[in-house]
C-alpha cells in the first residue's frame, strides 16, 4: 500500500469511528420535544450556529477554525461520555478522562490531522482564543433554546433554577454580548412562565 493509501485508511477509519458519537445522548431534549438529542446532532447545530451567528462575535473571529472546533469539539465524548453542565461530577476528574480520550482518539488520524485537531480541542477546553471563545458561547446557546422550547424540561428534571443556569452559562456571554442580552431575557422569561424555578 502508498503512502498515500495508508493516508487514506487512517481517515476512513476515523470517518467510522466518530459515528458512535450519534449514540451519545445528551441530558437536552430537541425542540420538539420528542426525544433527547446525540452529541453528533449538537455539534451539527452548533456548526451551523457558528455559520450564521459569528458576525455577533466581540472579536472578528476565523469562521473555517470555529467550524473545525464546532464539528470536533465533543468528538472525545465518545470514550468518555457526555457530562450535564450543571452536574456536581469532579470535573477535574472528567477533564482528565475527556485530554485521554481526545488523545486516543485524534492520535488515530494521520500525524498533522491528529496534532491540528487536539490542538483545535485543547483550544477550546480553555477558552485561549476570539475562536474558542466564541464556539464556547454557542455551545452554550444551543441547550438553553432547547430547554425555552421545551418549557424547561432537562432544568425541571433535574432541579436547575435560574441562579445556576445564569452563573454557568452567562460568563460565556461575554464574548457574544448582544446574544448574551438575548440569553439574559430567555432565563428571565423561563422563570416567569415558570419553565425555570428563581
Known sequence: MTGRGRLLGRQLRFVKEIDRLKRVLRQTWIMDGSRRENSAEHSWHLAVMVLLLHGHARQRVNVLKCL??????DIPEIHAGDVFIYSRRDR???QRQE?????RLFGRLP????????????????GDSPEARFVKAMDRLEPIMCNYATKGRAWRKHGIRASQVRAVNMPRMKAVPEIGRYVDALITSAVRKRYLPG
Open 111 to 126: 500525524r498533522r490531522q491528529a496534532a491540528e485537531y487536539l490542538a483545535l480541542w485543547r483550544e477550546v477546553e480553555t
Open 68 to 73: 473545525k472546533m464546532a464539528l470536533i469539539h
Open 99 to 103: 485530554l485521554v480520550a481526545a488523545k
Open 92 to 94: 477535574g476528574a472528567y
